[in-house]
């Protein structure tokens, strides 16, 4: 390979004149962002989402707001690895001291990956269980997230794409005919999309009385933590750009081998200490076009299923002072469909089937694709290890370690303190570091022409500071 590249010809589409059909046309786009939203719909939404409408009613809606600061940064990220080719984490590997980054968010992963694990096997199981009225909950959530892994690794990445899609489909769907049947006030409700100097100080007194187990988590975590499930975690962070060579965007438009082209333009990076291989004027815009598409489409479809499941559970759960607790993490939010109807009691089973499977199916092709990334170019051996055989120990870890600690969650460990806890972790405190180093490394190590201008710059700093506001909260 010459150590000059040129930018591919962007996509047709991307050129034409604004039209309907040229809009319609961009939804071809939609993919990684779909898994994005399926990881992101999928347990928080259905559990913190209707909890914290149902004791905080609309004063934390502001929360979904912020969420807008962790798809900045997943952009300017991804930006990043369109333009040079090189991954955001390979980057971190020699940039950053010894590669720390890299090992810190290996460590979180190993911590808390397990968790997370642990409760999407008692939520789904609980689910089956629920949905079938036999077994213990554990066995069902035990045999689905194995044949979830299974899925995982002999699965092509278009299987995930499309099966993301329709799940993401089915739960939205079913929670926005739902809040619209309500006919909510808009009128009353818009404002606390803004109001971020607003927070509940205390939970209402029914909360203590009926679900003591609930107030044991103090309410700035469940901020953190809801924030966490809003955001694009590091998981799917890190592994976006991952899917980007998948997709062959940007710069990896027209090469066989996207992941040994772009680690050959690392070693390039390397040998000379700086990204000299890009043409002098390149036009880069509309080989950005895709990962715009995908991103807002994704945030759209967060937002506005993320705002519908807490207005419902402020309208249906808090006037029957009902609230998933660690016992009855699904069961409790079947009147958010059959306020309708009870004839929609299985559609929401079906649903709810749907957002947790497709959350533990993409959560283990997220995680892998983030650990591949991250470790690639700190262990040699693990880069030249083949895909599938990483997922598969990665897989067996985390199954041996979440079913003892969803054992654990059996026996009293509270699902939604550890749920918490690991959104925080990777959803909000990771976010706010990658999204520092990503704007750092853009500025410093792409040429002057790609990196980004003052309105970038500035766009991006905001986006951190989105994510900094819950932590006032703490103190």
């Given at each position: 390979m010459s150590e000059q590249v040129t930018f591919p010809d962007p996509d047709p589409i991307t050129l034409e004149r604004p039209s309907i059909k040229k809009y319609i046309g961009y939804l071809k786009f939609f993919g990684p962002g779909a898994i994005v939203a399926s990881i992101t719909i999928g347990q928080g939404q259905l559990i913190l989402g209707p909890q914290i409408g149902a004791w905080a009613g609309y004063t934390l809606l502001w929360l979904i707001t912020l969420n807008i600061g962790s798809y900045i940064i997943a952009y300017v990220s991804c930006r990043f690895t369109l333009i040079s080719g090189i991954g955001v984490m390979d980057l971190f590997s020699v940039k950053t001291k010894h590669g720390w980054m890299n090992w810190l968010f290996i460590v979180i992963m190993i911590i808390f990956i397990p968790i997370f694990t642990a409760s999407i096997v008692t939520s789904l199981g609980q689910t089956l269980?629920?949905?079938?009225?036999?077994?213990?909950?554990?066995?069902?959530?035990?045999?689905?997230?194995?044949?979830?892994?299974?899925?995982?690794?002999?699965?092509?990445?278009?299987?995930?794409?499309?099966?993301?899609?329709?799940?993401?489909?089915?739960?939205?769907?079913?929670?926005?005919?739902?809040?619209?049947?309500?006919?909510?006030d808009l009128i009353k409700i818009i404002p606390h999309f803004f109001t971020i100097w607003d927070a509940p100080s205390d939970f209402p007194s029914w909360v203590y009385n009926d679900y003591p187990s609930v107030t044991k988590t103090p309410i700035s975590l469940y901020m953190l933590g809801y924030l966490g499930t809003l955001t694009i975690t590091i998981i799917t962070l890190i592994g976006y750009t991952g899917w980007l060579k998948v997709k062959k965007w940007g710069i990896f438009k027209n090469e066989d081998n996207p992941e040994e082209f772009s680690q050959q333009l690392f070693k390039y990076f390397k040998r000379d200490g700086k990204i000299n291989y890009l043409p002098s004027d390149g036009k880069i815009?509309?080989?950005?076009?895709?990962?715009?598409?995908?991103?807002?489409?994704?945030?759209?479809?967060?937002?506005?299923?993320?705002?519908?499941?807490?207005?419902?559970?402020?309208?249906?759960?808090?006037?029957?002072?009902?609230?998933?607790?660690?016992?009855?993490?699904?069961?409790?939010?079947?009147?958010?469909f059959t306020y309708l109807a009870n004839w929609l009691k299985p559609l929401f089973q079906i649903s709810v089937f749907f957002a947790l499977f497709g959350t533990v199916y993409s959560g283990f092709e997220a995680a892998t694709r983030m650990l591949y990334e991250t470790v690639g170019n700190l262990s040699p051996r693990i880069r030249k290890m083949p895909y599938k055989r990483f997922m598969f120990y990665l897989l067996v870890y985390l199954l041996v370690t979440g079913i003892p600690l969803a054992i654990m969650m059996y026996y009293g460990l509270s699902v939604l303190l550890m749920l918490s806890l690991t959104l925080m972790f990777v959803g909000v405190i990771g976010v706010i570091l990658y999204g520092i180093g990503v704007v750092s490394i853009t500025q410093k190590v792409l040429p002057k022409q790609y990196a980004l201008g003052r309105i970038g710059i500035a766009i991006s700093i905001i986006g951190i500071i989105l994510l900094l506001i819950p932590f006032i909260y703490l103190l």
């Open positions: 269980q629920w949905i079938f009225g036999r077994g213990h909950y554990l066995l069902w959530g035990i045999l689905f997230c194995i044949f979830a892994a299974f899925l995982a690794l002999v699965g092509r990445y278009k299987l995930l794409e499309y099966s993301q899609a329709f799940f993401v489909a089915v739960l939205a769907i079913g929670a926005l005919i739902t809040l619209i049947s309500l006919k909510p815009k509309p080989l950005l076009k895709p990962i715009a598409v995908d991103l807002f489409i994704a945030f759209i479809i967060v937002s506005l299923v993320s705002a519908a499941y807490m207005i419902v559970g402020a309208i249906l759960l808090a006037d029957n002072h009902i609230l998933p607790e660690d016992t009855r993490l699904v069961q409790n939010q079947l009147i958010i």
